[in-house]
């Protein structure tokens, strides 16, 4: 079974940076566009940013383009999200999706359970 386990989340100052990252298992990864996805406390998710399979293509949400860089290993079935110049309004718990952009909300069932990053002087 689909199985995305995300790290590398945490607690930064505005202006910080922290890279996570997903391992997935039970696909073929390299085979399959994947996605971010954030969900903030009271509010509804928020798609972030995705990647075609072989990295050719990435796509990103207003709110991040230019801070944040998506990127995968097919060799080590592992998709990363590099943050830059993180803000308070960053704060969210990011999950992994094996979906495309147009697919990352709605297929909630190929969503890893998360990992929260905190932004907060």
């Known amino acids: 079974q689909v199985q995305l386990v995300e790290s590398g989340g945490g607690v930064v100052q505005p202006g910080g940076s922290l890279r996570i990252s997903c391992v997935a298992s039970?696909?073929?990864?390299?085979?399959?566009?994947m996605s971010w996805v954030r969900q903030a406390p009271g509010k509804g998710p928020e798609w972030v940013s995705s990647?075609?399979?072989?990295?050719?293509?990435?796509y990103y949400s207003d709110s991040v383009q230019g801070r944040f860089t998506i990127s995968r290993d097919n060799a080590l079935n592992t998709l990363y999200l590099q943050m830059n110049n993180l803000q308070p309004e960053d704060t969210a718990l990011y999950h992994c999706?094996?979906?495309?952009?147009?697919?990352?909300?709605?297929?909630?069932?190929?969503w890893g359970r998360g990992t929260q990053v905190t932004v907060s002087s």
């Open positions: 990647i075609s399979a072989a990295s050719s293509y990435s």
């Open positions: 999706v094996k979906a495309p952009r147009d697919d990352a909300i709605t297929l909630r069932r190929f």
């Open positions: 039970g696909f073929t990864f390299n085979t399959h566009h």
